[in-house]
């Protein structure tokens, strides 16, 4: 399937670059598989065409997937590709894009290779975790960082019509969020920890309470989705859940 596909994107890359040509496209990454990056070398995955905003087509590895929505505006870079709108996340995750948001703050992209999908290291994980360990395991994260206040709030309100989180996600705005505040600062190096999940960021340190990075799985428990904020501003949290 995949040469046939490789085939046609070249063939509409050739013709004008036209709304029709783009949505052509769409509809055959649409056909592949969600595992297919995992069943293919990179090589022949960057021979996959991907339409940007303007209809034009080019190599997967040279389009930016647009997840930070109508944020995109402010920036104005040089020889950066923003993927058509029509690509959606999960699309974007299929194909492995370069995602716009890690790209403008500075961030690498996350996690190593640990050999199987995160959701099945997250699965594995929670089997030795009860709900009930969650105040536990935040609190020791909190003492880890030094942090000197915590906090815990359900947040009730329901922000629809706002654009807080990336692009599909919006059902996620409109429950109720769980909040787990502490007022220490959140390194890149926690931040390596918490995606390298079962290495963590701590193994090198004796005065932690937590080693593995396992702990703040927990809050799978409870929730489909969590964001990380560092700020300096109490009202905002280390972790918001939905």
Known sequence: ?????????????????????AKKAILLL?????????????????EILVPDGRNILFPVDSVFYNDIGNKACLINPNNIYIAHPAIHDGLATTL??????????????????????PTTTIRNKLEGYKEKQLLTEFIANAIDAGATEFGILIDEYQHTGLEILSRGMDKFQACSSLVIYNNAVFTDKDFDGICETGIGGKRERT???????????????????SCIFNACVPIISDFFFR
């Open 1 to 21: 399937m995949l040469p046939a596909i490789i085939q046609d994107l070249k063939v509409y890359q050739g013709q004008p670059p036209t709304s029709g040509t």
């Open 30 to 46: 649409k056909l592949l598989p969600p595992d297919i990056s995992d069943d293919i070398s990179d090589e022949k995955r960057r």
């Open 96 to 117: 492995r894009m370069s995602r716009l948001g890690l790209r403008f703050t500075g961030l690498k992209q996350p996690g190593r290779d640990m050999g199987e999908q």
């Open 207 to 225: 005065d932690s309470i937590g080693q593995f990075g396992s702990g703040a799985l927990t809050m799978f428990h409870f929730s489909e989705v």
